[in-house]
């Protein structure tokens, strides 16, 4: 009877212990559903003191921003004097707005060999050019200009500089342009940062002068804003 209940009893402890194993989060089953995944060192990276976020900087309490230089200037080139004084009159723009530049122009430009101290020497000079097939000369026989060789007279003295150009590649070197006949004063017109307003009216006027030319020009003295 004894050994009977020792083993009633005996039973008993072993299903209670069994028990109080599943409850208490120890048995394996339990453990192994709330293991964490182990921590792999070879999978660790340290970011580098640059990839940290980079914060902009601003500038010290009292720092000038950089400045803006001005740059813009347009002329009109081509004027007389009373066209320039319609031009303007017709604007209508504040007194100072156009900086005014005269120039005088004459009718003509002559390629020539400075004058000589004889006739004799000038001579001399032009059998020089018939030695290189230069055949397109004047002597010139009076006034400032006596005893020189003119080689061509132009309009224009970008065409007086292209012919002085051909002769020196030919060997002709003491060469010199000279205006000729009636002075003719040409004024130019430069604006200096002009406002969209300004432009439009002054887009709107220049049909009515023809001969004017427009050019963008950089300031010489440009002020900073």
């Given at each position: 009877m004894l050994k009977f209940a020792f083993w009633v009893l005996l039973a008993a402890n072993i299903m209670a212990f069994a028990s109080a194993l599943d409850f208490s989060g120890t048995s394996g089953t339990r453990t192994a559903s709330t293991e964490t995944t182990p921590v792999l060192p070879e999978r660790i990276r340290i970011l580098p003191q640059s990839a940290a976020p980079v914060q902009a900087s601003k500038p010290a309490s009292g720092q000038d921003m950089p400045k803006k230089t001005a740059v813009s200037c347009i002329a009109f080139e081509g004027f007389d004097s009373e066209n320039a004084d319609r031009f303007e009159k017709k604007l209508a723009f504040p007194a100072g707005t156009f900086k005014r530049t005269i120039a005088s122009t004459?009718?003509?430009?002559?390629?020539?060999?400075?004058?000589?101290?004889?006739?004799?020497?000038?001579?001399?000079?032009i059998a020089e050019l018939k030695a290189?097939?230069?055949?397109?000369?004047?002597?010139?026989?009076?006034?400032?200009?006596?005893?020189?060789?003119?080689?061509?007279?132009?309009?224009?003295?970008?065409?007086?500089?292209?012919?002085?150009?051909?002769?020196?590649?030919q060997g002709i070197r003491d060469l010199a342009i000279a205006g000729r006949g009636k002075?003719?004063?040409?004024?130019?017109?430069?604006?200096?940062n002009p406002d969209r307003h300004q432009l439009e009216r002054i887009d709107a006027l220049l049909p009515e002068f023809p001969q004017i030319t427009r050019k963008d020009c950089p300031l010489q003295d440009a002020a900073t804003q």
């Open positions: 004459p009718s003509s430009y002559m390629v020539y060999i400075p004058p000589s101290k004889t006739m004799k020497a000038a001579e001399a000079r290189k097939h230069i055949t397109n000369y004047f002597l010139i026989q009076d006034g400032k200009f006596r005893n020189a060789i003119s080689l061509g007279i132009f309009k224009t003295e970008a065409s007086a500089k292209k012919l002085l150009a051909e002769l020196e590649t002075q003719t004063e040409t004024v130019t017109l430069g604006i200096s």
